[in-house]
């Protein structure tokens, strides 16, 4: 994809600028750098090739070259914004991936927080970078990498969990697949977060998120860094996003 045909696919969106890249280290690192000198808000930073991309806990994000979609959006607080409200933001950004997949017939599920899987299988990560002022909020950087194509998927021993992508899962379900427009579907995600933006927090939100959960009402085990495991029957959510479990003791 390049630049012309990623502005026109774009024209109709509110952006606040867009820089394109046939390769560049990280999307998120850009666009940090590009708000930390003024960028407004829905600046959008896009590259074909990630040569350092990143995800959660320091891990590497795989973006070899024309095969996915890597971009970052810086999002500035709006009048009326709660600041409680901004651990939702990489939510926001799983929420709206999975609904465009599924305007194309695919079923998604968000691994909570915010990893998008098909078939029980990450087809997409997000990675959330806020900066602060003190107590005040200057800005977010929301970072989104969707695997497109076959050569998006990692080989298996990069892998923490397993992948697979768009192209993969639509050949499975459905015969022949349709074309894959990798900046349609951009233009789709957008749509859907701008949307859900606008709905951050709110019980509409949260509903659509604990119905698009992954493992819902089955025994799942969280691990976080630094902690011990926790297992339990997942429930769904709480009102600020957390996630509710049942213990094996019934607490």
Request: hydrophobic share 45%; aromatic share 8%.
């Amino acid at each position: 994809m390049d630049e012309l045909s990623l502005r026109k696919a774009l024209y109709r969106f509110p952006l606040g600028g867009l820089r394109y890249f046939e390769q560049t280290r990280s999307t998120n690192d850009i666009a940090l750098e590009w708000a930390a000198a003024g960028a407004p808000d829905l600046a959008l930073v896009y590259a074909e090739e990630q040569t350092a991309g990143r995800g959660r806990g320091a891990r590497q994000w795989f973006t070899p070259p024309g095969a996915a979609l890597a971009f970052s959006l810086v999002l500035r607080p709006l009048p009326g914004d709660d600041a409680a409200s901004t651990p939702l933001i990489s939510a926001l950004g799983a929420l709206a991936v999975s609904e465009a997949l599924g305007e194309l017939g695919l079923q998604p599920e968000i691994k909570w927080p915010n990893d998008v899987l098909l078939n029980r299988r990450k087809v997409c990560g997000i990675l959330a970078e806020s900066v602060w002022m003190g107590a005040h909020l200057k800005n977010v950087v929301l970072g989104i990498g969707l695997n497109v194509l076959p050569e998006s998927v990692p080989p298996p021993e990069q892998l923490n969990f397993p992948a697979t992508c768009l192209q993969n899962e639509q050949i499975a379900s459905q015969s022949p697949a349709p074309t894959l427009d990798r900046a349609a579907l951009l233009g789709q995600i957008l749509q859907a977060l701008f949307y859900w933006r606008r709905l951050l927090s709110s019980e509409s939100f949260m509903l659509a998120w604990e119905k698009s959960l992954a493992f819902h009402g089955e025994q799942v085990e969280i691990r976080a860094e630094g902690q011990l495991p926790q297992t339990g029957r997942l429930e769904g959510l709480t009102k600020d996003g957390s996630l509710r479990l049942t213990s094996p003791d019934g607490q």
